[in-house]
């Protein structure tokens, strides 16, 4: 049996895999865990994206969470890192987020939060994901006073905004900024904060219905932000995903900045200031190869680990970092949030393009962005883990593992979230890398059925 949890929670298609019955046990469970050992009645935070199965799901993992002898507290529509800075502001015990992130809107997930705002450990996933296994048998559910309650909050958000203005207070008079908040979760904080900070701001898809989320919009669909960019003769443009976790930016030239530049970017400006705690960025082992030059060359050391921007927390909380990210855009800017935060990273991006007095365009050049070819290979979910125990994928992969030696590198790794396998070559031939990534993802979709 595959693994419940992925690198981002629980996903699934809602009302398939992720039904009503599943969330309540998650709330159940979750709660369990996450409220043992209190001497008191336990509160949770509960927030969501804009995808219609929210509702659904939102009030079916309450209801768990009450029946556990837990508060609910439903925040509503609010991006990701919203929720994990309020779970942390008002001292509850676990916040937990409703959202599939960058993906179709029939998908869904649920992603729980400590009560410090951080991501859960493998370990306590494990452990939720035990009791519903196991048919919640160590869980005895209260009867009377000690069922929980639900509170609704309508203020959230704004809480939010304040809080990330307060911590990078830029004035952006002057400028003219085009956002695509991709029918999500950005759709109101990101839009208010930037022109509360004072730019002329140009609001791409921030008209959410429910089913339209990320479709051809957000930062997995750029192209439109970078025509509008240049339409709009903007300074640059900003791109976030579904919950708001992740940014990406495009340069006044139209031309995409990618997580990696992006880091680069900041983490150069807070050396400069001497804000880069022993001048530590950690990334994962999809960054590209430029970015790792790019630490060599600005003596900044460059941090690995593997794909997931939870894992990127782990390790900079274990080594006292206080910048690091993921080429898609998670960036955690851990001295005034606990998780990936698009409108906080977008904010100190666009403090470096103020403070500099140089546009995004000049900025990137802080690093060379190799070629990078990323091709999908659809597999079944149970057997994406195990793609070297078939000869002929295993033969490939070493076969173009020693043609590129020295000269670029090869990655291959299950998505931790959906039933994919992620065939990555960088290189310095674009062509070349094109065709050997396909074949490869090609050769892996025919094996692994």
């Not at 699934?12 to 008191?40: C, E, S, W």
């Not at 140009?202 to 008209?207: D, M, T, Y």
């Not at 429910?210 to 240049?230: D, F, P, Y």
């Not at 030239?253 to 804000?275: C, F, P, R, S, Y």
């Amino acid at each position: 049996m595959s693994r419940m949890f992925g690198t981002d929670g629980v996903r699934g298609v809602a009302n398939d895999y992720l039904t009503p019955t599943l969330a309540m046990q998650l709330g159940q469970a979750g709660a369990f865990v996450l409220t043992k050992g209190k001497d008191r009645k336990s509160t949770i935070m509960v927030g969501c994206d804009t995808r219609i199965s929210c509702d659904m799901l939102a009030s079916a993992l309450m209801a768990g969470i009450c029946s556990v002898g837990a508060n609910a507290v439903y925040l509503g529509v609010l991006p990701t890192p919203a929720v994990a800075y309020l779970t942390r502001k008002y001292n509850a015990d676990a916040g937990v987020v409703i959202s599939a992130s960058h993906n179709p809107m029939e998908f869904n997930g649920i992603k729980f939060f400590d009560g410090d705002g951080f991501k859960l450990p493998d370990e306590m996933e494990d452990e939720i994901e035990e009791i519903i296994n196991e048919g919640m048998k160590s869980i005895k559910l209260p009867l009377g006073a000690g069922i929980g309650k639900i509170k609704y909050r309508s203020d959230a958000c704004e809480e939010y905004i304040n809080h990330t203005i307060k911590n990078v207070d830029i004035d952006l008079r002057g400028m003219k900024i085009v956002l695509d908040c991709a029918e999500g979760a950005s759709y109101y904080a990101s839009v208010t904060a930037i022109r509360e900070l004072g730019a002329e701001v140009v609001a791409l898809h921030i008209n959410p219905t429910g089913t339209n989320i990320n479709a051809n919009c957000g930062s997995t669909h750029i192209n439109e932000l970078k025509q509008r960019v240049l339409l709009e003769k903007a300074h640059l443009g900003l791109a976030f995903d579904g919950d708001a976790d992740r940014m990406l930016a495009v340069d006044e030239l139209g031309n995409m900045v990618d997580g990696d530049q992006i880091m680069a970017i900041i983490g150069l400006h807070m050396k400069n200031q001497g804000k880069l705690k022993n001048d530590i960025i950690v990334a994962t082992v999809m960054s590209n190869l430029g970015f790792f030059i790019m630490g060599k060359e600005q003596n900044i050391n460059i941090e690995q680990t593997k794909v997931g921007d939870r894992y990127v927390l782990e390790r900079m909380k274990e080594i006292g970092a206080n910048l690091g990210g993921e080429q898609s855009g998670h960036i955690i800017l851990l001295d005034e949030n606990t998780t990936g935060d698009g409108l906080l990273s977008a904010l100190h991006l666009l403090k470096v393009v103020v403070e500099t007095k140089k546009p995004l365009s000049e900025l990137a050049k802080v690093m060379t962005v190799l070629p990078q070819a990323l091709v999908n290979a659809a597999v079944a979910n149970d057997k994406k883990a195990h793609y070297l125990e078939f000869p002929e994928i295993a033969a490939a992969i070493e076969e173009i593992n020693e043609k590129f030696a020295g000269n670029g590198r090869v990655l291959i790794r299950p998505s931790g979230t959906e039933p994919l396998i992620r065939v990555m070559i960088e290189g310095q031939d674009e062509e070349e890398i094109n065709a050997d990534a396909n074949r490869l993802a090609k050769l892996i979709q025919s094996t692994i059925k």
